[in-house]
């Protein structure tokens, strides 16, 4: 099966901070990549994703970086809010083959005030 | 949660009983999906369905079975509920098979004692 998986557990940062989790995987033939946010009690949200024809990629406040030599991605937080506290994990997928998403276990990130 | 609700929310039920989760969407999309959430390991696909009485399996559908007899309506039975289908299960519809544009409905916690 997929190997995702996330380098550390749990991360704690100051608010106002930058925050990085970070993302590793398995399968080199995997060409498309997801970040989600799951508070407490809630389903997973979308909040970035990345092709593999790309490196980087920036949203509202995150940055997604790839490494397709090392297999790992990296979702970064600038300027970490309280309201950022939930568990991030990464999901990768083979786009056009109907292969399914495989999902990492998370990381919980804390955010001190 | 963009438009998607399970029920029940919370369900505690006993080992050999069958249990039927429902889901349902207001947003007319033509996918929809089932995955269970446990600690360590990420979101697993079990069923998922392209249409109305088009169901397929996913990577864990041992013990499970659904049913679509409507476009906003998936049900998930486990026909004889065992302690290690005690997880999170988590709805998901998309417009687009196993589109980045899955959104996840609230979960259901289910408790097999």
């Known amino acids: 099966g997929e190997s995702v998986g996330l380098h550390l557990p749990t991360l704690s940062v100051q608010e106002g901070d930058n925050s990085i989790i970070n993302c590793a995987y398995s399968n080199s033939a995997s060409d498309y990549f997801i970040w989600y946010k799951q508070e407490s009690g809630k389903g997973p949200q979308f909040i970035i994703d990345?092709?593999?024809?790309?490196d980087k990629r920036q949203g509202q406040r995150v940055t997604v970086l790839l490494n397709k030599t090392v297999k790992h991605l990296s979702l970064q937080i600038a300027a970490t809010q309280p309201g950022d506290s939930a568990v991030y994990f990464c999901a990768e997928n083979q786009v056009n083959t109907g292969n399914q998403f495989y999902f990492g276990t998370g990381t919980s990130l804390t955010v001190i005030p | 949660d963009a438009g998607i609700t399970q029920s029940p929310r919370h369900k505690v039920t006993e080992t050999g009983t069958p249990v039927t989760l429902r889901c349902h969407q207001t947003e007319n999309h033509r996918y929809m999906y089932w995955y269970r959430q446990d600690p360590g390991h990420g979101l697993r696909l079990i069923h998922y369905?392209?249409?109305?009485?088009?169901?397929d399996k996913g990577e864990v559908s041992d013990g499970y079975s659904v049913s679509r007899s409507k476009t906003e309506d998936f049900l998930l039975t486990l026909e004889s509920a065992t302690s290690s289908q005690t997880s999170v299960y988590f709805c998901a519809i998309s417009v687009e098979y196993l589109s980045y544009e899955q959104y996840f409905g609230p979960g259901t916690r289910l408790t097999v004692t």
């Open positions: 990345i092709r593999s024809n790309m």
């Open positions: 369905s392209y249409g109305v009485k088009d169901t």
